[in-house]
């Protein structure tokens, strides 16, 4: 495809970044997956015909990597980001001057299009650092490319998250589920939805600024947890865990991977502890999904295609149902 447009995106065989690199492909650009691990990668290629989606290797942390593989770029998708930091790949050095790496290289380049995907609850006053770096981040790149799309989305959801999947796997293991932050409330999106997004600002269909992203509705923590058990037909009892215990399960878990010399990845840090204080929602503050003239999915649409497996009798579970039903009809 020599006369397609290129885009470079960063991250692009991560969660989110898949789905970005499926609709570039599907909208007939050229996609250059940039990713630490290129030969973990070599899925991403079916996305597109022969030769238009390809992984190279690039460390963000880098500024010779970052702009090897962004040159001759029409767009750039930055959607590197860390949910618990390992090794060099700290909140700060990925989300913040990782972000900054990216936004003043394609200044430089004079790359048309930046998109920078961020987090609703960026905040550079919160008590998770994950949050301050992620706003720092922000603000690193409007600095050098102020006319840049920022997309913070809420806990994002589908079939490869390690939201959903990570508790339906608990629950299959206790018949007590515990979780931290039982009222805190989220509005979950569809990873698709979060791509959809992406592809806009990509195609420069979208006005440039900041946008949260959250599904159609919001729920507590406590309310997920209960909605998830539904659909994956389990019973189990939902314990708060109180902040101040998880605090203290933080440092343990923190120490643990510290000691470990990072081979023990962390179950719970203080970190996510301290960004669970706060709830993940839309702020009315920004721009949204309604300014994209996209209409996010619902997790009822989307949770039972991939939560089955999670059931007692897996696939089969529905037609035991049905037959169950028969017998007593």
């Excluded at 994002?156 to 959903?164: N, T």
């Amino acid at each position: 495809m020599p006369h397609a447009k290129l885009v470079t995106i960063y991250g692009g065989s991560g969660f989110i970044g898949r789905y970005i690199a499926r609709r570039m492909a599907q909208e007939g650009w050229r996609v250059r997956v940039a990713v630490r691990r290129p030969n973990d990668a070599i899925w991403v290629r079916p996305y597109g015909v022969v030769g238009q989606v390809e992984p190279v290797f690039c460390n963000i942390r880098d500024d010779g990597s970052v702009r090897d593989v962004m040159r001759g770029a029409d767009a750039v998708v930055n959607c590197v980001g860390l949910l618990a930091e390992i090794g060099k790949n700290t909140f700060e050095s990925v989300q913040k001057d990782g972000a900054a790496r990216v936004a003043r290289i394609a200044s430089e380049l004079e790359v048309p299009q930046l998109v920078q995907i961020s987090a609703i609850g960026a905040d550079a006053d919160s008590p998770s650092e994950y949050a301050r770096t992620k706003a720092a981040g922000e603000n690193a790149v409007l600095d050098v490319y102020p006319r840049a799309i920022i997309l913070r989305p809420s806990v994002v959801f589908g079939p490869e998250d390690d939201f959903f999947n990570r508790f339906a796997g608990m629950s299959k293991m206790a018949p007590i589920l515990p979780v931290v932050g039982a009222e805190t409330r989220f509005q979950p999106v569809y990873a698709d939805d979060v791509a959809r997004a992406a592809v806009k600002g990509v195609l420069g269909q979208a006005k440039p600024g900041i946008y949260e992203l959250g599904g159609p509705d919001s729920s507590t923590f406590r309310d997920l947890m209960k909605q998830m058990l539904k659909i994956i037909r389990r019973r189990r009892l939902i314990l708060n865990v109180p902040f101040a215990v998880a605090g203290v399960m933080g440092r343990a878990f923190d120490l643990l991977q510290k000691v470990s010399f990072d081979m023990i990845d962390p179950v719970l840090t203080r970190d996510q502890v301290a960004n669970l204080r706060r709830d993940n929602v839309v702020s009315g503050e920004t721009m949204t999904f309604d300014d994209l003239g996209i209409e996010p999915v619902s997790l009822e649409a989307v949770l039972p295609d991939y939560l089955w497996r999670f059931r007692p009798s897996g696939q089969y579970t529905e037609i035991k149902e049905s037959a169950q039903d028969l017998r007593q009809g």
